[in-house]
Each structure stands twice: as C-alpha cells, then as structure tokens.
C-alpha cells in the first residue's frame, strides 16, 4: 500500500515570495491534514479537513495561509507571502475519518525562507 | 489546554544500553497516547500505541505503558542499537479528536 506522498521534498524561497506544496494520501483516507513542525518543537496541527471540506483551521494564519482539498483527495497548502519564521517543515498526513486515533504521516518538505 | 511534556534531549547512549524516555501529559478524560519515531529525512512513524489505562504498546523491542496514575507513557528499550538513532516524539489523541506532540527527544546511539 502507497503511503501519504508529498512534493517537494526542499524548497528555499527568499521573505515575500510564495509557496505551494502538494500532498496525496493514502487511498480511501476520507481525513487530511497539514502539520507544522519548527525545528526542535514537535508537530503543531494548521489545517484538518473532512473529504473537501475543513473541520478545523483554527491554527492557521489566514492572512498568508490557504489550504484547499477540492476533489476530496490531494491537498495543497499555500504561504503568500512567506516570512523568516515560516521555515519549517511541513508535513502531511491522512486517516480513515475523523473518528480513526492512528494518522498516517508523509515525508514531510523542509522549508527554507532566507 | 491538553499538553504532553518530554525529558530533554538528546539523549547519547552506547549500543546495548537501557533506554528510558519520559513522557507526561495533561488531558481532560482518557486521551489514546502515542510514540512516534522520526528517522532522519524521513515522516514520522507510529511506534506503538495504548488506548486505555494499563494498556501495555510494544513494538521492535520498545515498551510504553499508560500509567493514568502518574499520567505518564514512558518508553523504554532494553538494549539499543544504532539504527534506533531517531527523535522520538510522544504524542496523544484527545477528546476533542486532536494529536498533540511534546517537542521530540532526540537519541544518539553510539557503537
């Protein structure tokens, strides 16, 4: 079975320019999510959704932040503009529903704003 | 707010050494708790899990129990190996549907 899948797996962008990154779970999984991971901090949640559509954006900074899921599968989450304290790497991952206790993570892109 | 708290890191050991990882957390309820392992370069990996008070996780050598008592989830390992140099981070599963992680232990085992 194919994991959570996500690209890139690095990108350096430099203060104000944007950023988009993809995410294809697990076959099935009806719940994603995006994670943001700072350097020596564990995994803090930006974004859930439910199939297309978002159960919890309560950690996301909207003012630069978008997420969509619109076929209910992929997700992108894009940073416009980006700033220093972006860098991080983010990170996917999906389950069965939202009801399921065990999330299944991607690889991850590192993210680098210089 | 629901919160897991972890022993500092890193953590350098020789290979067969004893491995003990603290974890602690606060949570309304019964929360599930979670070990994750995340090898460099690479996503995080469920390790093992325990979804009740007493319940014992084990995988690949490494234990956790749920101590609802001390409200703690601590791993152990009896004797490690080079190949478990990872961050380990311990996480749990709230009422509200929510993982949350503590900050990650770092463990360096040396040959």
């Known amino acids: 079975e194919a994991g959570v899948a996500q690209s890139p797996r690095y990108k350096i962008i430099e203060k104000r320019q944007s950023v988009a990154f993809w995410c294809n779970p697990i076959?099935?999984?009806?719940?994603l999510y995006w994670y943001q991971q700072i350097l020596g901090q564990g995994p803090k949640l930006l974004i859930q959704?439910?199939?297309?559509?978002?159960?919890?954006d309560s950690q996301l900074p909207k003012d630069r932040f978008s997420a969509e899921r619109l076929k209910g599968v992929d997700s992108t989450l894009k940073i416009q503009p980006a700033k220093l304290e972006d860098s991080a790497v983010y990170l996917c991952?999906?389950?069965?529903?939202?009801?399921?206790?065990?999330?299944?993570f991607g690889p991850g892109t590192r993210l680098t704003v210089l | 707010g629901d919160s897991v708290t972890q022993m500092e890191g890193p953590v350098t050991l020789s290979e067969e050494a004893f491995l003990t990882i603290n974890c602690t957390y606060t949570a309304t309820g019964y929360p599930s708790l979670f070990w994750y392992v995340q090898y460099p370069g690479e996503g995080l990996q469920l390790l093992l899990k325990?979804?009740?008070?007493?319940d014992k996780g084990s995988n690949k050598g490494f234990e956790a129990t749920y101590r609802k008592e001390t409200t703690s989830f601590h791993l152990e390992k009896g004797s490690v190996q080079v190949s478990d140099s990872a961050v380990y981070f311990c996480a749990l599963y709230n009422q509200g549907g929510k993982l949350i992680f503590g900050q990650g232990t770092e463990l360096s085992v040396k040959p």
């Open positions: 325990a979804t009740k008070a007493d």
């Open positions: 076959s099935g999984h009806a719940t």
């Open positions: 991952a999906s389950s069965l529903g939202t009801a399921s206790v065990e999330q299944f």
């Open positions: 959704f439910q199939n297309n559509g978002v159960v919890d």
